[in-house]
Structures are given as structure tokens and as C-alpha cells.
Antibody, heavy 122, light 107 residues
Framework: VQLVQSGAEVKKPGESLKISCKGSGYSFTNYWIGWVRQMPGKGLEWMGIIYPGDSDTKYSPSFQGQVTISVDNSISTAYLQWSSLEASDTAMYYC????????????????WGQGTMVTVSS | DIQMTQSPSSLSASVGDRVTITCRASQGISSYLAWFQQKPGKAPKSLIHTASSLQSGVPSKFSGSGSGTDFTLTISSLQPEDFAIYYCQQYNSYPWTFGQGTKVEIK
């Protein structure tokens, strides 16, 4: 069971970006996938979560409208995308798997990806 | 949003020490509390879910307790590989929120 994220990115302000998180070794559509930001030297921030089974998506208000979370079940991959990057988006981004609990809800993260470093600089 | 407050923010301890970290939620979260360990330059590792249940493969020297608003993570006998930053997180309601982290350093 693992989540493998796409490689580091260096972008300019205003550019778009889509990073990926590929799940393997388990039934991708039966677990939630969440995204977590870690700015340099700072703590963990929860961005949002998606259930690949029906694409139900929850966003943190801090990130709603700033990013889009999506999935492509045909390749067991979740995505985090920006339409217009800012320097403040410079951070490490982690995806993490969350099991379903109580039939409908997302449980605690159990497996993490290795992280994708995004650097936004002019 | 539910605020998660960890204490202390950092601590110094010796190999073999028993260490306890506290996490307090700004409102009740039942037992929907997880703990994570993060070492420098590495992805977080999941330690505990549902306040007190060990994730698969996590050694029993780690234990968690609490419910409602007050929770603790205990490391029974600190080993060199345990020096890291520890985070709590609530998943009772959206948006999920993390504590600010507790850095465990070598004395």
C-alpha cells in the first residue's frame, strides 16, 4: 500500500499547476484522499479531502476557491491544482489516505505520500 | 473551526525517559483525534487514531488517551529514533485541524 506523489515543481507567479498522488496496493475508490500543506519551517495545515467513489469533496475555508481537488479513478490518482500560483503557495504538499468510518465519513489519515515541493518565484 | 492546542511546544528529554504531550480541543471532538510523528525532511507518519488506537506497525511504546477536549500522547521509554515533531489532529468536523506541533529534542 503506498501513495506516490509527483516530483518537485518550480513555477512563476500567475502560472497554473497540477500535482498528483497515485495510490497502489489497495482499492483506490474505497478510501478518501486528503491534502496537507506545510510551509517552510511551519506546521501541518489541512487543505481538503475527496472520496474517489463519488468525488464528494470537502475544502478548508482557508483553501476553498484557491485550489481544486480532483481524481481520475481510471489511473488511481488524486490531484491538487492551482489556476494562478502565488509566492505564498511555496510549500511542501502531502497527500494522505483516509479510511471510511461509520459508512459515510473519513477517518484518520493512515498512509502518507512522500510529499511534493512546490516553489513559486519570479 | 476547532482549535487544537498542544503543550508543551517543545521539550528536552533523555533516552529512556517517559514523555507526555497534551492536546486540547476548543470544543468536544469525541474520540476523533489522531497523532502523527514527523522527522526532519520526511513525510508525517501516522501513530494513533481514535484517540488511543495504534496504527498498524506502530510500536506499543506509543499510547494515547482522552476523549472530549483533552488528550495525551505518551512515549513510554524515549529512544533516539523518537526525537521528532509530534502533531495532533481532530477529524470530528470539517475543516480538520492540526495542533501546532511539539518538538521532542535530546537533552
Amino acid at each position: 500500500v503506498q501513495l506516490v506523489q509527483s516530483g518537485a515543481e518550480v513555477k512563476k507567479p500567475g502560472e497554473s499547476l497540477k500535482i498528483s498522488c497515485k495510490g497502489s496496493g489497495y482499492s483506490f475508490t474505497n478510501y478518501w484522499i486528503g491534502w496537507v500543506r506545510q510551509m517552510p519551517g511551519k506546521g501541518l495545515e489541512w487543505m481538503g479531502i475527496i472520496y474517489p467513489g463519488d468525488s464528494d469533496t470537502k475544502y478548508s475555508p482557508s483553501f476553498q476557491g484557491q485550489v481544486t481537488i480532483s481524481v481520475d479513478n481510471s489511473i488511481s490518482t488524486a490531484y491538487l491544482q492551482w489556476s494562478s500560483l502565488e509566492a505564498s503557495d511555496t510549500a511542501m504538499y502531502y497527500c494522505a489516505r483516509s479510511p471510511v468510518i461509520l459508512v459515510l465519513y473519513a477517518g484518520a489519515f493512515d498512509i502518507w505520500g512522500q510529499g511534493t515541493m512546490v516553489t513559486v518565484s519570479s | 473551526d476547532i482549535q487544537m492546542t498542544q503543550s508543551p511546544s517543545s521539550l528536552s528529554a533523555s533516552v529512556g525517559d517517559r514523555v507526555t504531550i497534551t492536546c486540547r480541543a476548543s470544543q468536544g471532538i469525541s474520540s476523533y483525534l489522531a497523532w502523527f510523528q514527523q522527522k526532519p525532511g520526511k513525510a508525517p507518519k501516522s501513530l494513533i487514531h481514535t484517540a488511543s488506537s495504534l496504527q498498524s506497525g506502530v510500536p506499543s511504546k506509543f499510547s494515547g488517551s482522552g476523549s472530549g477536549t483533552d488528550f495525551t500522547l505518551t512515549i513510554s521509554s524515549l529512544q533516539p529514533e523518537d526525537f521528532a515533531i509530534y502533531y495532533c489532529q481532530q477529524y470530528n468536523s470539517y475543516p480538520w485541524t492540526f495542533g501546532q506541533g511539539t518538538k521532542v529534542e535530546i537533552k
